[in-house]
């Protein structure tokens, strides 16, 4: 085996080498940044769906503390609508 390796030329080893140093390098990087941008991914899911969690949570506590009346009348409905929305809304809210 090692006689095989010996009519190799020099530069030829080296290249070789070189290569593949290159390309456990390159798999290496590759990898890291596809798992950093995944971690990157998950962390901006996760702060978007808190943000979106909040706005709900101001949202409820708008509606919640409104009357019925108030809240018929932010949709800009008519008057006859308006009186049938806020028929439904203290439908809704008398039962448990």
Same mark, same amino acid.
């Given at each position: 085996?090692?006689?095989?390796? %010996?009519? =190799? ?6 290249? /070789?080498?070189? $290569?593949?140093?290159?390309? *456990?390098?390159? @798999? %290496?990087? =590759? ?6 941008? /995944?971690?990157? $991914?998950?962390?901006?899911? *996760?702060?978007? @769906? ?47």
């Amino acid at each position: 085996m090692m006689a095989l390796l %010996a009519l =190799i030329p020099n530069w030829v080893k080296f290249a /070789a080498g070189a $290569a593949l140093g290159a390309f *456990l390098i390159a @798999s %290496a990087s =590759i990898y890291y940044g596809k798992h950093e941008g /995944a971690q990157q $991914a998950a962390v901006s899911a *996760l702060e978007t @769906s808190v943000k979106v969690l909040r706005k709900r949570k101001e949202i409820d506590g708008t509606v919640s503390s409104s009357d019925a009346a108030t809240l018929c009348s932010s949709f800009g409905l008519s008057s006859d609508d308006q009186a049938e929305c806020v028929r439904r809304v203290l439908e809704t809210n008398a039962e448990p």
